[in-house]
């Protein structure tokens, strides 16, 4: 099993930032593709960003392309999401996610942590 517990959710007026952070324990972190998701109320859970093992690799959807980097430190079993200009629309709880391969359907990731609340006020 691996357990993955994220950090660095709040509230942040639009146009600011966050960082959440993913901690992972129980497992390889270094074996894992990694990604990040997001659900608002009434919508489905969506990706934002997904990593390679290495960190090289990664994808963004338009939605938050430019504005997101997701990355991670394997030595310290953490998966990052810096948010920048953050919007309205961004309001959600976020995921972090750990799968066996570079995929970006929710039912492609074997392990999910509780998730953390993203608010952004206009």
């Known amino acids: 099993q691996m357990q993955l517990v994220e950090s660095g959710g709040g509230l942040v007026q639009a146009g600011g930032s966050l960082r959440l952070s993913c901690a992972a324990s129980g497992r390889a972190f270094s074996s894992y593709f990694m990604g990040w998701f997001r659900q608002a109320p009434g919508k489905e859970r969506d990706i934002v960003a997904a990593?390679?093992?290495?960190?090289?690799?990664?994808y963004y959807p338009d939605s938050v392309k430019g504005r997101f980097t997701i990355s991670r430190d394997n030595a310290k079993n953490t998966l990052y999401l810096q948010m920048n200009s953050l919007k309205p629309e961004d309001t959600a709880v976020y995921y972090c996610a750990a799968g066996p391969y570079f995929a970006l359907g929710q039912g492609d990731y074997n392990y999910w942590g509780q998730g953390t609340q993203v608010t952004v006020s206009s």
């Open positions: 990593v390679s093992r290495s960190g090289v690799s990664t």
